[in-house]
């Protein structure tokens, strides 16, 4: 069946980026280029003590003997990593604001046209706590002070280091060690800001705890560090979420999260993640190369990951478990819809240490125009894992007939008392299915939107309520100009 | 191309890449060092070991020579051709397998015999033709060559039959077969492996599977310290099927690896692959299993399941089962399990009054089983399961 209305489809697909603007704000960058002295000067204007700056001066030297790696299934033309500007902050008055009316309005305005009502918040008492990130500084955090009476700290990066700085010395770098690969020593180098949480022990964090970054400032990598720690039977869960203003040069992004669970621990970590996907010729876009990965350190403890990945030109993350407390819990829920010319690496590491640990991997991976989409995972039993259990599911679902759906699962077992089972399906839309819907008077593009959804609704199901509805939202729009 | 040309150039490749190496992402699991390393400078000597002929044309390969002696290859069907590759000149020879790895590449510089089959067009020969590799000459390399074609309409019976001696001589099988499967052709492939407990067996099978054609191989493993199977078809014409099953029975410190590739490169057509391995002792087992289906592929049904079943702490699988797709109107699954019998299945059968060790073996055959009921070919099956419970009773006493 040929689709009539494709011609309207074309027009969707040349809509502009839907949160593409530049918000006009004198930044206070450094010039572009990567050495030890610019390491050294972002460490010196952010006034972080020595081990810090030594610390991101090993990773630097590290990084200088690494190569990007080319494993992943992705192409993009070389990065030249000395032509990136490697500390962009929006220039302040005189000290840090103390409060939102310090904040500069137009970068208020940012927010409010991003859909991030930062001042509504403050009225809407305690749902969501916003540590709104604009490039590489905070600039204003929100309900910090209730978040305090419970002992809980939630804070950027820069503020842990100055008040925190024991619990930052403990663990960062504990899971994702400055050596572990070269976007993440890139980062652990020149990492600019990003979230702290600290969860005391047997505290249940009462509101989903929150981030929105947006890349701003043209020529300008966001280099990431968020730091989680969910101590003896703490939960909490976080989201992190992020749109981009349009633009024609790439942008690189490496993030570094890492999670650690103690005994009885729980943490969600919820992703939707819009960057700049590029218009549909490729051109433009963001590179993002992110490293997250959670350590249950304690018996019984859970991390669970949910992300829906719509942006980004060039996506390549593994949000990882490593499952080292007896009956600790992996899971991994993925939506990773790639349009026109959008490139997805992206799945998950299960490493099962520990007895009884469980882990779960669900992942919809959708592939439209000439994009290609692939999954590539590890589940690993060590012989130490005793009745160490694994199931994953990783279903594909094509697009039109110029894109790429690939999954590429790595399996290894060690221990005999392990039950691993992994599952994988290509389908494409129906044209059945869409003549059905067209005949109850739903067009296309709705119906389209319905499978769509319809197939992702595993992963949905795992966010919070307020992700669940703007995912939804997203996948749409993210789907616009593909045919059905 | 000239023989004197294709070999050349493979020795080049041969030479100036050397082994791979663990470094190389096709190679991650398997360390070949042990044959890098290793010599090769044994002497030739007649193979003196025993074999069931499964049919009536058998083609007995000693150390890596054609034996007319122990062979027989007369009173062939008309229209069916067998012999020495050595006397028959071929140009689709290298073909298929040039210089994809450095044990291709080593095996078209190096062969020094091997079979060449060929059916002429419309000819069908049910009869299974055996091929026997005996080896036991200690520190040999035997780098053998088959070709194996089948014209437009014809079917062949094919089993391949590496039998080492029972010294644990420590040699190296390279073997490489070639097969082209003419349009509504079919070729029925087995490869039984059972070589020494101190060989190093490495085997490429590459075919092209032309319109509505079938190809179907089966490798059943059992033999070799060190090995690996590179089982690699491409359909190349409208409605071909390919099958490519098999079964890994491992022990001691043996490492085996598959890697499967299907490459769909026309629509409609089918592919099947069922792999089952079970591991004993300190055993490992590495499946890679990949199917390709390209653009112009649509209407792709492709299957492709792992399945292995851990006896012993201390065995080890890697199994990777890889889907690659670039048409959206096609029918794609796969999978992989790993772990133990069912406690429940056994316990069932222990109140039906079957002992535990009797439920063990059952459900143990059972799942390799399953890869078994494919055989069609039916002599080639009754040795198979001999072999197979062979095995099993060596592993439970």
């Known amino acids: 069946m040929k689709i009539e209305n494709e011609k309207s489809f074309d027009e969707i697909a040349e809509k502009e980026y839907k949160y593409g603007f530049v918000t006009d704000i004198e930044s206070d960058s450094l010039p572009p280029g990567l050495n030890e002295e610019i390491v050294r000067e972002i460490s010196r204007r952010k006034n972080e003590p020595e081990w810090l700056t030594e610390w991101r001066v090993k990773a630097f030297h590290h990084w200088t003997t690494l190569e990007q790696p080319q494993w992943a299934k992705v192409e993009f033309p070389p990065i030249d990593y000395q032509a990136v500007s490697y500390y962009s902050a929006p220039k302040r008055k005189i000290d840090a604001p103390k409060s939102l009316d310090e904040v500069d309005p137009e970068l208020l305005e940012t927010y409010e046209k991003l859909g991030i009502p930062l001042r509504e918040q403050e009225v809407l008492a305690g749902v969501v706590a916003v540590d709104a990130v604009f490039d590489s500084v905070s600039v204003a955090t929100t309900f910090k002070g209730k978040l305090e009476e419970m002992g809980i700290i939630f804070c950027s990066f820069s503020e842990a280091v100055k008040d925190h700085p024991e619990l930052v010395k403990k663990y960062l770098g504990s899971v994702v060690p400055y050596k572990d690969n070269y976007f993440a020593t890139l980062n652990s180098a020149v990492f600019s800001d990003g979230s702290f949480c600290y969860v005391p022990p047997g505290v249940r964090c009462p509101m989903e705890l929150s981030t929105y970054f947006r890349i701003n400032a043209a020529n300008t990598g966001q280099f990431e560090r968020t730091l989680l720690i969910a101590d003896e039977g703490a939960y909490v869960s976080y989201l992190e979420g992020c749109t981009a203003p349009q633009r024609d040069e790439n942008q690189l992004h490496a993030a570094v999260v890492e999670l650690i669970a103690h005994k009885d621990a729980k943490i969600k970590y919820s992703t939707v993640q819009n960057w700049y996907p590029g218009d549909k010729d490729g051109k433009g876009g963001i590179y993002n190369f992110v490293t997250k990965r959670g350590h249950c350190r304690g018996d019984n403890s859970k991390i669970s990951w949910t992300q829906v990945e719509t942006g980004s030109a060039i996506t390549w993350k593994y949000p990882s478990c490593i499952l080292k407390g007896d009956n600790s819990v992996g899971e991994f829920y993925s939506v990773a819809v790639t349009n026109n010319m959008q490139q997805a690496d992206t799945g998950t590491k299960m490493i099962h240490i520990g007895k009884n640990t469980k882990s779960t991997i669900v992942s919809k991976g959708i592939s439209a125009g000439r994009a290609q989409n692939s999954y590539r995972g590890l589940v690993r039993v060590q012989e130490t894992a005793e009745n160490a259990r694994n199931f994953s599911q990783c279903d594909s679902m094509l697009i039109g007939d110029q894109c790429g759906a690939h999954t590429f699962p790595y399996i290894d077992i060690n221990n005999p008392t392990a039950q691993v089972e992994h599952e994988a399906t290509t389908t494409k839309i129906g044209e059945d299915q869409i003549f059905y819907c067209n005949q109850r008077g739903l067009d296309t593009e709705e119906a389209v939107n319905m499978i769509v959804n319809g197939f992702c609704k595993e992963v949905f199901r795992e966010l919070p309520m307020e992700f669940a509805v703007e995912a939804q939202k997203l996948l749409g729009i993210s789907l616009e100009g593909s045919v059905g | ?397």
Not at chain 2, 337 to 347: I, N, S
């Open chain 2, 1 to 397: 191309m000239d023989l004197k040309l294709l070999r050349d150039r493979a020795e080049n490749a041969f030479r100036e890449n050397g082994f791979p190496t663990s470094r190389d992402e096709l190679w991650r699991f398997t360390d070949v060092s042990p044959v890098a390393a290793a010599a090769f400078d044994g002497a030739w000597k007649p193979a003196d070991i025993p074999f069931v002929p499964l049919g009536s044309v058998v083609a007995v390969f000693e150390n890596g020579k054609l034996s007319l002696e122990k062979s027989n290859l007369d009173g062939l069907p008309a229209g069916l051709h067998v012999g020495s590759i050595m006397d028959q000149a071929d140009e689709r020879l290298g073909s298929l397998a040039d210089a994809q790895s450095a044990f291709v590449s080593a095996n078209t510089a190096y062969f020094s015999d091997g079979l060449h089959i060929q059916a002429d067009d419309g000819v069908q020969v049910d009869e299974p033709i055996h091929l026997v590799f005996l080896a036991d000459a200690d520190g040999m390399a035997f780098h053998v060559r088959n070709l194996i074609s089948c014209g437009a309409g014809s079917k062949l019976t094919v089993v391949e039959e590496y039998i080492g001696g029972a010294d644990d001589s420590a040699y190296w099988t390279n073997a490489v077969t070639e097969v082209f499967v003419g349009d509504e052709g079919t070729v029925d492939h087995y490869k039984v492996q059972r070589e020494s407990g101190g060989a190093f067996h490495f085997q490429t099978i590459e075919a092209s599977v032309g319109a509505n054609a079938v190809f179907s191989n089966h490798a059943i493993t059992i033999g070799s310290r060190l090995g690996r199977n590179d089982i690699r078809g491409k359909l190349t014409g409208e409605g071909g099927e390919a099958v490519c099953n098999g079964l890994y029975l491992l022990k001691d410190r043996q490492l085996f690896d598959t890697h499967m590739f299907m490459d769909h490169a026309v629509p409609q057509c089918n592919s099947h692959e069922l792999y089952k391995g079970i591991l004993d002792e300190k055993a490992r087992a590495v499946f890679c299993g990949r199917i390709l289906v390209q653009q112009d592929a649509q209407q792709t049904d492709a299957v492709q399941s792992n399945k292995n079943l851990l006896l012993s702490r201390g065995a080890k699988v890697n199994t990777l089962p890889q889907l690659e797709i670039y048409a959206d109107d096609v029918k794609c699954t796969h999978g992989a399990t790993v772990g133990e019998l069912d406690e429940q299945a056994l316990y069932y059968l222990q109140t039906r009054g079957i002992d535990p060790a009797a439920g063990h073996a059952m459900l143990t055959f059972a799942f390799a089983n399953e890869v078994l009921d494919e055989v069609k070919c039916r002599p080639a099956k009754a040795h198979i399961e001999k072999l197979v419970h062979e095995w099993l009773d060596q592993v439970s006493a």
